[in-house]
Structures are given as structure tokens and as C-alpha cells.
């Protein structure tokens, strides 16, 4: 990715055997410390914040945010086949998909919609808490990152609860059939006439592999936001160096992201 | 042993040394503001009542999903750009970026390129569609 400058760094690139003082070449091949050129700008809190293979700050946290982009672009190509085949049924089967869609609760995914994005809002302030070096809002802010996210896997846990009960999960023998409610001894009859059955199946085939794959993506988040929030707390990070804030945030806006496009593509399809 | 940063010591962003100082717009120092932030979660928010609101009342037939794929690429714009900073990261990273968009751009182009014109060639569908073979309904 860089030019590397054989002048500099040529000191701490010699293998151990070589070097001339053996003090030097027991910090320069200690994986905890960077080289002691580059480290011994950036000493904060008894060690590095520059790993050794980089030059200075600066560079690191260009690897980072490319790093985090490549992994990005095979996030998007991941989303992109799910949103592909879900492209290619819905031109297939236009009817059954506008009328599977009709049956999503519009409104429950777009207050979901809502808390997602003030979910990225709060991200975007942890990160520049951790700019500005507030220890106190890096935690806090990602603490409300975390519950507004938990609030959404809540809400898609409802979703999800309601639609089984409608017996709109894709499973194969059950998917659609005649819901009887044991307490009223009524039985309601399918949602979809029979000739539409089977491609509202697979809409809420791709409804549930999508968004749970969505969800899944949020529960990482969540758990990886929630190592961050300790490191925060532990005192781990400052205005020079918060890489794990910064990537960890550029995940969670791109999940946010995927579900900008899921809500009009599952929820809103026709409902003139 | 000469550290890059002594002779460097503002350095903005990485770039090599040697090669000509690029423009000072490295996410490692510039700070999006917090008023950024909030009028972007506005944004945000407003054109979530849009989609919605145009998927209501504006019954453009076909033209729905080119609005609402509108509303959500301008969305994800914002969040890209500000809350994710590639307006300010460097312009490596910026390439990045449009790589990723761009692969997907190919994978749509060649599927849907596909589909779309199956039915100009005269040639066999499967047998599900084939008039000799089939009994049912198709998938089309």
C-alpha cells in the first residue's frame, strides 16, 4: 500500500542476529511494542498505539479504514446476491410479491427504520467523543448505540413472532395453511389465494433469510460495540488513536445501510 | 534512524514520503461536527417519511421502486459520506469505496442483463416452459 522508504525503518527491519545492540533488538521483536522509532512518539499509557508494522499514526489508521472497506465491499457482494435473487422473483412474480408485502406491518418497520438511524446518529457521536477524548461519552454514547440496536432486534423479534403465528414462516407444510384459534374456535382462512401461494412463499422465504441475516449482522454488532464500550472504559483509546471506535462505527453505519434499502424493498412494495 | 513523522511532524493523513503532499483531508484529524451530524439524521429521518409517504400517495405504477431505490440511495449516500466520513478520507479510500459499489454495479448489470433479454433469442426455456413438455403453469 506505501512506498516504503528503505532510508527509514531499515533499523528495526534487521532480522534479530544482526542488529549491534541486543537491548534494541529485544524491544524492536517485542510483538506488544512497535519499533522503538516510530513507538517512541506515540507512548500513551505504558505502550504503543502504533503496531509495529506501520510507520506512524497516520498510516495505521489508513490500513485501518482500508481494511475495513475491502471487508465492506464483500459485505455489499454478500447483500448484493440476497438482493439479486430477490430482484429477479420479484419481476417474476409481481402480484404475489406486492400482496405478501401488503402483510408486513408498514409501520413497525418504519419506527424500526427510525431507531436504526438514531442508532447510527449516536455511533457517529461515539466516534466523536473518542475524537475529542471524552472517555465518559465514548462509553455512554455507545451504550445508547447498544440499547437502541437491542430495540431493534426487539421489535424484528415481535415481527417475526407475528408472522409465525400467521403461519407466514416458509416452512413447507405449514406455510399459509388455515389458522385455527382455540379460543374462539374461529378459523381463519389463508391469506393468499392458491395460484399465489407458492411465490408468496418464497417472498417471505427472502423476507426472513434477508432480515435475519440483517439481524445476525446487528447481534455481532452489538457484541463488538460492547467490547469497544470496555476497551473505552478501560482508557484504551485517545484523540490519536481510536481505530477500533472508528471501524467498529463504519460496520454498524453499513448495516444501517443494508436496512435502508431491506425496509422499502420488503415493506412498501404497491401499497397505493 | 529518521522517523518519517520528524520530518513530518503535522502529517495529516499517511501519504509515502517523497511523493507531493496531498490535500489536507484526512479523516485521522478532520472532525465532522456535531451540528453535521444532526442535520444529516434529519435528512435522514425526512426522507424516511418520504418513502413512506411515497409509497402511500403517489401511485406511479412500476415507477414506485425507482422511487423508493431513489430515496434509499440518497440515504445511504449521507450515511456514507458523513456519518462514515468518506467525504473527508483520503483518496485511496475513496477508491475503495466506489470499488465496492462497483462490483455490485456488475453483478446487477450481468444478472439483470440476463434476465432481461432471455426472451429475445428463440431458444429452449427448460422444459417447464417448453410447449412439448409442459403441463402446468410455468414460472412466468
Redo the contacts between chains.
Keep these: 500500500m506505501s512506498a516504503h522508504n528503505p532510508a527509514h525503518g531499515a533499523a528495526h527491519n534487521l532480522p534479530a542476529d544482526l542488529n549491534p545492540s541486543p537491548a534494541t533488538s529485544q524491544v524492536a521483536f517485542d510483538p506488544s511494542h512497535g519499533p522503538p522509532s516510530a513507538a517512541a512518539m506515540h507512548e500513551a499509557h505504558g505502550h504503543s498505539m502504533v503496531a509495529h508494522q506501520f510507520d506512524d499514526l497516520a498510516q495505521q489508521h489508513e490500513a485501518s479504514t482500508l481494511g475495513m472497506w475491502a471487508f465492506l465491499a464483500t459485505e455489499v457482494m454478500f447483500f448484493g446476491g440476497a438482493l439479486t435473487a430477490y430482484a429477479v422473483y420479484r419481476a417474476t412474480y409481481p402480484e404475489a410479491f406486492a400482496a405478501a408485502s401488503r402483510l408486513e406491518n408498514w409501520f413497525v418497520g418504519a419506527l424500526n427504520t427510525g431507531v436504526l438511524l438514531c442508532s447510527s446518529l449516536t455511533m457517529a457521536l461515539a466516534v466523536h467523543a473518542a475524537q475529542m477524548g471524552s472517555r465518559k461519552w465514548i462509553v455512554n454514547w455507545l451504550l445508547i448505540t447498544v440499547v437502541f440496536g437491542t430495540a431493534f432486534l426487539g421489535v424484528k423479534a415481535y415481527e417475526y413472532n407475528h408472522l409465525i403465528h400467521e403461519h407466514l414462516f416458509p416452512r413447507a407444510d405449514t406455510f399459509d395453511a388455515p389458522r385455527h384459534d382455540h379460543e374462539t374456535g374461529v378459523t381463519k382462512p389463508p391469506h393468499f389465494p392458491p395460484e399465489l401461494r407458492r411465490p408468496a412463499q418464497l417472498f417471505y422465504s427472502l423476507y426472513f433469510g434477508m432480515t435475519g441475516l440483517h439481524a445476525l449482522h446487528m447481534v455481532i454488532g452489538i457484541g463488538v460495540i460492547l467490547v469497544v464500550a470496555w476497551q473505552a472504559w478501560r482508557g484504551r483509546f485517545s484523540p490519536e488513536y481510536h481505530n477500533p471506535v472508528e471501524m467498529t462505527g463504519l460496520y454498524w453505519h453499513f448495516v444501517d445501510i443494508v436496512w435502508i434499502f431491506l425496509y422499502p424493498l420488503l415493506y412498501l412494495i404497491d401499497r397505493t | ?5 520528524s520530518q513530518h511532524p503535522q ?4 501519504h ?4 507531493p503532499d496531498v490535500p489536507e483531508e ?3 484529524t478532520k ?2 461536527s ?1 451540528a453535521t ?2 442535520v444529516i ?1 434529519a435528512a ?2 425526512v426522507l ?1 417519511v418520504l ?2 409517504g411515497a ?5 406511479l405504477g412500476r415507477l ?2 425507482l422511487v ?2 431513489a ?2 440511495t440518497v ?2 449516500a449521507l ?2 459520506l ?4 468518506v467525504m473527508y ?2 483518496r ?2 475513496k477508491i ?2 466506489a ?3 462497483l ?2 454495479i456488475i ?2 448489470g450481468l ?2 442483463g440476463d ?1 432481461a433479454t432471455r426472451e429475445w433469442s428463440p431458444v429452449s426455456r427448460g422444459w417447464v416452459e417448453n410447449p412439448a413438455t409442459a403441463g402446468g ?1 410455468g ?2
Design positions: 534512524m529518521a522517523a518519517p513523522h502529517v495529516i493523513g499517511y509515502a514520503p517523497g511523493t484526512h479523516s485521522s472532525h465532522v456535531v451530524y444532526l439524521f435522514l429521518m424516511l418513502t413512506v409509497a402511500f400517495w403517489f401511485n414506485n421502486i423508493a431505490l430515496i434509499a440515504k445511504a450515511v456514507v458523513f456519518f462514515m466520513h478520507a483520503s485511496l479510500t475503495f469505496v470499488a465496492a459499489f462490483w455490485l453483478l446487477f444478472t439483470f434476465y403453469s414460472g412466468r
